[in-house]
């Protein structure tokens, strides 16, 4: 799995890096526990966790494949 972050609040690195992390601790015991093996529709992750998943199991979700227009271009 990867975590990219492509914006942190414009404060000083620490305090970003430390809010980033407060807020993603809430939600990584759902993460750990998904079933990454289900389609992307079953796949039981909080929305806010689902709605940033970008491709899952090899294909982009719903709402990225927009992004197939720059990746076949």
Known sequence: MVLAVDFL???????????????LNRFAADIGRADYSMSFED???PPEIK????VHRGALTPDYRYLEEYLNG
């Open 43 to 45: 796949l039981n992750l």
């Open 51 to 54: 709605r940033a998943v970008i």
């Open 9 to 23: 609040p414009t404060e000083l690195p620490r305090e970003a890096s430390e809010e980033f992390a407060a807020t």
